[in-house]
């Protein structure tokens, strides 16, 4: 594969440069409850942030190859005059990394291909669902035999029951869980149950968290919005966020000021134990045990939004990872193998508000549907497997530290890390503990590594505020 161009200058970073070396992995910031955590080299002490200040070095260029796209642009611009911006996402527009988007036509494992035959090594994943690897053949097949029987009931099925059991084992703050079709709603429901358990009304969330287009979560919501420009949506009234109280990341006496000056008023805290939607950003244990304490002595709740970290940083989400068990947490994705779902769960007493065990109304036409239900068991049945984990650790960290290795040989400041299955890196010196550090990056760097790595059939988050994910389908092969 050829160097990509960066600059304006003849400095190239080139994915044989990934491969040169894998780093040892040091153990992680905590012990989980039923597991341990493991990142790796090149970490800060802080926060599991890797820093690279490089010095400038000059390396021979050597153009790329032209990327013939023809049917994506056909196919994008007839979308244009059916669909807002041509697609039903808007990361999924290329607007922050420019140029028009590839258009998929099919996915198998660890590659894509798009509608003008181009294969590339998938880094997205569908957004993170895809970790058992695109198209698996064991998902495949449970979903066949599974449609035969009918693709919704809008009843009770025994296959909800058999969803519950493996998310209640395997989630150490879950006791009981409700299904629905998004991560959006799930979280929409998290905040209505938080404030209908407490009687309160105020939230506090985090600058750069995503939860969600609800709205009273659109604010200062990360990527989506980030990647457009804006602060927040238009459309949202500003009496459905009066109640949102917002806060940095990582930053523990913001929250503790918080609680005093609105004392008694709090129903809860929210937020990504991992951000993945301001780039890929880690807390510090510190951080979240300081969460978990002032929501206890304020008699507030405490939910981890897993839609994304959920059963991709290990197999009992981040919540095992950094041994805090919070009160409700929401998933989706992984869940869901490839398929719409969401869910969110927590204590029993807690989650027996929920109608019709409680007043707290929520429902669903698709909620635990057996489509979404046989996908999401046979995937968390191949996460269980001896290995899996072990598996996205090693290719995931090779995959970063063999970015922070080719970025020091070619000259560019970069920061990033990982975490199992999940990763991010940005174009600044770093540390980045928040929203406001990420937003520091080059975009028009990135913009440019992004086209880049296209042309080397690298298909990477068209944003600097996305995580990226890889899949057990992943190899080093694929890494290098």
């Known amino acids: 594969r050829k160097p990509i161009e960066l600059t304006t200058t003849t400095t190239t970073t080139t994915m044989k440069q990934v491969a040169a070396t894998r780093s040892a992995t040091i153990q992680g910031a905590a012990h989980a409850k039923r597991g341990c955590a493991r990142t790796h080299q090149h970490l800060n002490e802080r926060n599991g942030t890797v820093v690279v200040r490089a010095t400038p070095k000059r390396v021979n260029a050597a153009a790329a190859p032209v990327l013939n796209t023809t049917e994506s642009e056909r196919i994008f611009t007839e979308a244009q005059d059916l669909l807002p911006g041509g697609v039903n996402s808007p990361v999924r527009a290329f607007k922050s990394v420019g140029g028009q988007p590839i258009v998929f036509d099919r996915v198998k494992g660890a ?16 957004w993170g669902p895809a970790i058992v690897g695109h198209a698996n053949d064991e998902v495949n097949e449970a979903l066949k035999a599974a449609i035969e029987n009918g693709a919704s009931f809008g009843a009770p099925c ?52 995503y939860h969600g287009h609800a709205d009273s979560f659109l604010v200062q919501a990360g990527s989506g919005v980030a990647t457009l420009g804006l602060p927040d949506s238009p459309g949202v009234p500003a009496s459905a966020t009066a109640s949102t109280l917002v806060c940095q990341y990582n930053d523990l006496e913001g929250v503790k000021k918080l609680f005093e000056e609105n004392k008694g008023e709090i129903a809860g805290v929210i937020l990504e134990p991992v951000v993945g939607n ?79 065990a409680g007043p707290m109304y929520q429902a669903g036409t698709l909620s635990g549907n057996p489509l979404a239900m046989t996908a999401g068991i046979k995937t968390l049945e191949i996460l269980a497997r001896p290995g899996a984990y072990e598996h996205l650790e090693a290719v995931t960290s090779r995959l970063i530290n063999g970015i922070m290795d080719a970025a020091r040989e070619a000259g560019h400041e970069v920061t990033g890390s990982s975490i199992s299955g999940m990763f991010g890196f940005f174009f600044n010196a770093g540390p980045v503990n928040n929203f406001e550090d990420a937003a520091k990056s080059d975009g028009d760097k990135f913009a440019r590594f992004h086209r880049g790595m296209l042309e080397q059939g690298v298909y990477m988050a068209p944003s600097m505020y996305e995580a990226g994910f890889t899949s057990l389908a992943h190899t080093e092969e694929d890494i290098d």
């Open 158 to 209: 025994e296959l909800e029951n058999t969803m519950a059991k493996a998310v209640i084992d395997r989630v150490p703050c879950v006791e009981m869980v409700r299904f629905v079709s998004s991560g959006t709603e799930a979280c929409l429901s998290v905040l209505r149950l938080m404030r209908a358990y407490t009687g309160n009304e105020k939230i506090i969330k985090f600058s750069g968290c």
């Open 111 to 126: 590659y894509a291909y798009d509608a003008d035959g181009n294969k590339y090594v998938d880094y997205v994943g569908s």
């Open 278 to 356: 301001s780039g890929f950003i880690p807390p510090t244990q510190e951080f979240l045990q300081g969460l978990r304490d002032v929501t206890k002595a304020e008699g507030a709740l405490l939910c981890f939004d897993e839609v994304m970290t959920g059963f991709r940083i290990a197999k009992g989400c981040a919540q095992e990872h950094f041994g805090i068990t919070p009160d409700l947490t929401t998933m989706g994705k992984v869940i869901g193998g490839g398929l719409p779902v969401g869910a969110y769960g927590g204590r029993k007493d807690i989650m027996q508000t929920v109608a019709p």
